[in-house]
């Protein structure tokens, strides 16, 4: 079992310095070593950092309440309906949603099947522990190409909570002298991980840069981009035969990636808490993640085929969704456990500040409450 530090020194060593994206893809899920397959309890209070989903069950509960709207107002006619998680962890958010439905609707939940993509062998027996009393409505799938190899067609919902921060990034920087850009990448000097330089490639094509904005970059301005991200969306994209493709996650449009007080990017390392700019430090035990580019993510789905029903702060989303909860009085007298729930995921001070939603659709039987 090689930690990721000794596997990016021999790749290194084998092959020459890497990208950044590469750096960051051993890093995070190097088999039972990286930093999403050995830390199990990294997020809470006691971890690294706050999710939605550590805040409480609320979050759960409230998605579940919009499944089940999406999913009730439909017609399912294709040989699979169900709910598609990818990025679900400890399972935490599908036990949250599972319970919800099965008290509220036990009927819907036995018409579906909650799926779960998840390509570790580790993170699925996470999830499997966690979801023991839902085995009856769960499955498991390690990609999409699983999937579709036993589901030709899937109607439905796919989601993704915190997901699209997760997958690996390429790093550019401005050479202001030069006016070009240059590829971040890593390689070992003196025994130490450091930066190095490469020529700028073809994935910078997915940013739109304003080209007045070039003449005023300071030098080393970097950005990020994630082919790997839009890649899996484009793939969600067309499985989906008609229904929703949802992602909650922080991030920006093309015009709020560029700011003059974020000349670094958005990368940034997490452990217990602290932030750091210190992306090299110890592979596989902190946290690497960059803001989602929603516009690039959102081109993608429609250039899939698929229409943009929603772009919006999570506060908006989740707020619409309890306002129609409370008038079908599903949530009855709020506990002072859940309203502080609510102030956690909404409050600007807190995970309201930079969470959006995206959701885009395929036409056909599916409807949405638009208000």
């Known amino acids: ?15 020459g310095a890497i990208s950044f994206a590469r750096f960051m893809e051993l890093a995070l899920y190097c088999p039972e070593t990286g930093y999403y397959e050995s830390q199990k309890d990294n997020v809470g209070r006691a971890g690294d950092f706050i999710t939605s989903v550590s805040v409480g069950s609320l979050f759960g509960e409230l998605l579940a309440f919009q499944f089940a709207e999406w999913l009730e107002t439909s017609k399912m006619d294709s040989p699979v309906v169900g709910i598609i998680e990818a990025g679900a962890h400890d399972g935490k958010l599908a036990a949250d949603i599972l319970t919800w439905l099965q008290l509220h609707r036990p009927g ?18 996470w999830q499997k522990k966690t979801l023991q009393k839902f085995d009856r409505h769960t499955r498991w799938f390690t990609g999409f190409k699983d ?27 401005w050479n202001a002298r030069e006016k070009n850009w240059f590829e971040w990448g890593v390689t070992v000097e003196s025994g130490k991980l450091v930066w190095t330089h490469f020529p700028a490639t073809s994935l910078l094509s ?82 690497l993640t960059a803001h989602v580019n929603f516009s690039a993510v959102q ?25 129609r909860a409370i008038k079908q009085s599903l949530f009855g007298d709020w506990t002072s456990k859940q309203v502080r729930q609510f102030q956690t995921l909404t409050h600007p001070e807190h995970l309201g500040r930079a969470f959006n939603v995206l959701l885009q659709s395929r036409t056909g039987h599916f409807s949405v409450d638009k208000t």
Not at 267 to 280: C, E, I, M, N, Q
Not at 302 to 310: I, K, M, N, P, Y
């Open 147 to 173: 999937l579709t190899a036993q589901n030709p067609k899937f109607s439905g919902i796919i989601f993704g909570n915190e997901l699209l921060d997760a997958f690996s990034v390429h790093r550019f920087g």
């Open 299 to 323: 081109r993608t789905g429609e250039s899939a085929g698929l229409e943009t029903e929603t772009f919006c702060t999570q506060p908006q989303f989740l707020a619409r969704i309890l306002e």
């Open 206 to 287: 997915s940013l739109y840069l304003p080209p007045a904005l070039l003449d005023v970059l300071p030098d080393h301005y970097t950005i990020e981009t994630s082919p790997a991200a839009e890649h899996w969306w484009r793939t969600a994209a067309e499985t989906l035969t008609h229904g929703k493709l949802l992602a909650i996650d922080y991030g920006f449009t093309d015009t709020e990636m560029f700011s003059p007080a974020r000349t670094r990017g958005t990368l940034r390392a997490y452990h217990h808490h602290h932030v750091s700019d210190d992306l090299l430090a110890s592979p596989g035990e902190q946290d």
């Open 1 to 15: 079992m090689k930690m990721p530090t000794v596997r990016i020194r021999e790749e290194i060593q084998r092959d």
């Open 108 to 125: 819907l939940l036995d018409q579906v099947q909650y799926c779960i993509l998840e390509p570790s062998i580790r993170r699925q027996a």
